[in-house]
């Protein structure tokens, strides 16, 4: 198998007199098709819905396509409820899915209508301090610990994940909560991260539903939906198979039908909050060569560096590389591909078959929708690079400007030195 650029070489090089490299770009066609194929998978639910996970993409103009399919917003700060409200996403359009909150943050979720979603059992007076009475529809988030294995197959370890209830607390928060007002439920969980298999949601969806059933008899709750969060991932590597989400889809409405709907609970909806699956195939960053060193290895340095992508710097995490208008040409080179950080692991691939690279080619590292650019930091005093919109028509549009010098001093202006730094 292969990985093969949304993009061709001369629109990035029309974009790049426009826009410098480096930049992210995305893929409106395939945002779109993507969205509607996740729609499809769960249409047999009348309730469906994905709560898109603002923290792996936080761009309006991204996440306003997906609302045109009915999606919603999963945030996990202020900030991003912020970002919601901006774009209309209001009352059960957002889904608070925080931990260590403060409490000012539940208030301003309370006063958007948002669904709040509980971490911890004492979060439930949190949120009553903060809101003078708890909310009418609530979600708790549930954490059975030890490890989520799929077959023979350890897919995580929830209990070393900081998240959640435990089954005791859930069933306690339950009570309380009921006690207390609350008159809608519901479940959440996420116990394994990027699962490129299409057992994960299925197995999930049985541990969940079979928990809400319980839940149901033992404290009396209405549970108004279950949602099996994110951990549908994507194959970085070009030899894994992705996710077929109409198997899963297929798979989630087979166990709602064997645990759901003879417990008379077949009116329950199915949410998601998708980021990785919904974005990550639909973004690159473009990057130009502009250095090559011959050490004791061969180094190809770029103009991009962890900044703009970190995920291979503190995960070792592999992309996919493309050099542009060299894709049919023999991988016979062994590259170190590096950015320019004062850190040895800004590298976006170690001892990487290439082809032979020439200053001034442009490299497409595949599969930064997500958790790419939301991801970038200024360490080093680098600026975060633009991020462009790729249309379905061909054209491009600017989607988010590139960081300026000015805007790395902005915190500054509380000092005499600020206009000397602006201005220099």
């Known amino acids: 198998m292969s990985k093969t650029p949304f993009v061709t070489l001369e629109k990035v090089k029309e974009i790049a007199k426009e826009y410098p490299t480096p930049f992210h770009i995305y893929d409106e066609k395939g945002i779109r098709a993507n969205v509607q194929a996740l729609k499809d998978a769960f249409s047999w639910n009348k309730g469906f819905k994905e709560y898109f996970a603002v923290k792996a993409t936080p761009n309006p103009f991204l996440i306003n396509i997906l609302q045109e399919y009915g999606c919603g917003c999963d945030c996990s700060s202020k900030t991003e409820l912020m970002m919601a409200k901006a774009i209309g996403a209001v009352g059960d359009d957002i889904m608070f899915s925080s931990n260590d909150t403060p409490v000012d943050e539940f208030r301003f979720c309370n006063d958007l209508g948002g669904i709040i979603n509980l971490d911890d059992i004492t979060h439930i007076a949190a949120v009553e301090k903060a809101c003078g009475k708890l909310p009418k529809k609530m979600s708790c988030r549930y954490n059975p610990g030890g490890m989520f294995k799929i077959s023979n197959d350890i897919m995580d370890n929830p209990g070393d994940a900081k998240y959640g209830m435990t089954t005791e607390q859930i069933y306690d928060a339950f009570r309380i909560m009921k006690e207390k007002g609350v008159e809608e439920f519901g479940i959440h969980a996420f116990l394994a991260s990027n699962t490129v298999t299409n057992e994960y949601y299925p197995m999930l969806a049985k541990v969940l539903f079979e928990l809400a059933v319980d839940l149901k ?9 279950i949602n099996l969060s994110g951990g549908v991932g994507i194959p970085y590597l070009p030899d894994q198979e992705p996710n077929d989400i109409a198997v899963i889809g297929d798979a989630v409405h087979k166990v709602y039908d064997e645990v759901l709907v003879p417990a008379g609970m077949g009116d329950v909806s199915i949410y998601t909050e998708m980021g990785r699956f919904m974005m990550g195939p639909y973004g690159g ?31 070792g995490a592999y ?12 991988c016979n080179k062994k590259y ?12 976006f691939a170690i001892d990487r078959m290439l082809p032979n690279i020439d200053m001034g080619d442009i490299l497409f590292i595949h599969d930064t929708g997500a958790h790419g650019f939301s991801m970038g930091y200024n360490y080093n005093g680098k600026l975060k690079s633009a991020e462009i919109l790729l249309k379905e028509d061909g054209s491009y549009k600017l989607i988010r400007r590139a960081e300026t010098p000015t805007d790395y001093f902005a915190t500054f202006d509380c000092f005499d030195i600020y206009d000397k730094l602006i201005n220099e």
């Open 217 to 225: 008899d033992k404290t009396g709750a209405n549970i108004k939906f």
């Open 336 to 347: 170190d591909v590096t950015g320019s950080l004062c850190e040895n692991c800004d590298k």
């Open 319 to 330: 992309h996919h590389i493309t050099v542009l208008g060299k894709e049919n040409d023999p």
């Open 285 to 315: 960053l473009v990057t130009t060569a502009i250095n090559e060193k011959h050490t004791h290895k061969e180094y190809i340095g770029v103009d991009a560096c962890a900044v703009n992508l970190m995920r291979p710097a503190i995960y």
